[in-house]
Nanobody
């Protein structure tokens, strides 16, 4: 599967943003999906994950209650709604497809990655 993330940009603290990830290629609906983020010089970290049917989601503690992951299998789309953004949310955000039907917090469980989209939160 090929993934293309979009929707990043420059926003202010407290603003909202929605990231999108368009999937093409093999059947998107069979795979768990995830969002990760990375700050330059740091490891890529898990942000949110969703199962193939969208009935099981998980979040990093740092974004719980602020971010919402969702998917539309009919459109091969993955989303990340980000509310109440903080400066520490500034990073390049990547969407990824899991090897499995459920998501994982481990980046090694993902075998397809989008190119990343930059989110900058200005205070």
């Amino acid at each position: 599967v090929q993934l293309q993330a979009s929707g990043g940009g420059l926003v202010q603290t407290g603003d909202s943003l929605r990231l999108s990830c368009k999937a093409s290629g093999r059947r998107f609906s069979n795979n768990g999906m995830g969002w990760f983020r990375q700050v330059s010089g740091q490891d890529r970290e898990f942000v949110a994950g969703i199962s193939w049917r969208g009935d099981r989601v998980s979040y990093a503690d740092s974004v719980k209650d602020r971010f919402t992951i969702s998917r539309d299998n009919s459109k091969n789309m993955l989303y990340l709604r980000m509310n109440s953004l903080k400066s520490e949310d500034t990073a390049v955000y990547y969407c990824a497809a899991s090897r499995f039907a459920v998501s994982s917090r481990q980046s090694s469980d993902y075998n397809a990655w989008g190119q990343g989209t930059l989110v900058t939160v200005s205070s």
